[in-house]
T-cell receptor
Framework: EPEVTQTPSHQVTQMGQEVILRCVPISNHLYFYWYRQILGQKVEFLVSFYNNEISEKSEIFDDQFSVERPDGSNFTLKIRSTKLEDSAMYFC????????????FGEGSRLTVL | DQQVKQNSPSLSVQEGRISILNCDYTNSMFDYFLWYKKYPAEGPTFLISISSIKDKNEDGRFTVFLNKSAKHLSLHIVPSQPGDSAVYFCAASASNTGKLIFGQGTTLQVKP
């Protein structure tokens, strides 16, 4: 069964460092997303991406964040200068359609900022 | 801004009995609702969904009920099994966006 894969599974970084989280969405999906879950809190939407551009972003997704689809398979989330409060599980997801269809999530990348 | 709420943080049921998980929403633009199951250190796994044009959708042991007038949906699991023990998230979206708004989650424990 096709699945969304994410790397790394866990990354530890120092405050102020740049981090890139990688995702390989399901191959025939067209819409890509990043969500995050801070420990003990709800899963929060960060950004959606379609046709090589951002479709929608939340207020969390400020100038420190960026997304890219550098080739036909990878989808990346970059945090330019990490802060302590960026520590969270980051989930990549993909879907075939916009609205009315389920999102398929990856296993997540745990980011720990020290 | 809690557009999707799951007011019960936890639920404990006996194996074989029914589990009922509840979810309320406030945004009238939501027209698609989903339930996800999540184990620790894993991503959410899709369980079942319902469109706002329906009031019930069933898939095996899982049934989702939607009451649009009350802005309320529920997930019924019958019979409950110990392997169902996990965190269950309710999520909602509007048809013009793929963004899901999640509730806080309900931790279900099914005791053998």
């Amino acid at each position: 069964e096709p699945e969304v894969t994410q790397t790394p599974s866990h990354q530890v970084t120092q405050m102020g460092q740049e981090v890139i989280l990688r995702c390989v969405p399901i191959s025939n999906h067209l819409y890509f997303y990043w969500y995050r879950q801070i420990l003990g809190q709800k899963v929060e939407f960060l950004v959606s991406f379609y046709n090589n551009e951002i479709s929608e972003k939340s207020e969390i997704f400020d100038d420190q964040f960026s997304v890219e689809r550098p080739d036909g398979s990878n989808f990346t989330l970059k945090i330019r200068s990490t802060k302590l409060e960026d520590s969270a599980m980051y989930f990549c997801a993909s879907s075939r359609s916009l609205g009315g269809g389920e999102l398929f999530f990856g296993e997540g990348s745990r980011l720990t900022v020290l | 801004d809690q557009q999707v709420k799951q007011n019960s943080p936890s639920l404990s049921v006996q194996e074989g009995r029914i589990s009922i998980l509840n979810c309320d929403y406030t945004n009238s633009m939501f027209d698609y609702f989903l339930w996800y199951k999540k184990y620790p250190a894993e991503g959410p796994t899709f369980l079942i969904s319902i469109s706002s044009i329906k009031d019930k959708n069933e898939d095996g042991r899982f049934t989702v009920f939607l009451n649009k007038s009350a802005k309320h949906l529920s997930l019924h699991i019958v019979p409950s099994q110990p392997g169902d023990s996990a965190v269950y998230f309710c999520a909602a979206s509007a048809s013009n966006t793929g963004k899901l708004i999640f509730g806080q989650g309900t931790t279900l424990q099914v005791k053998p």
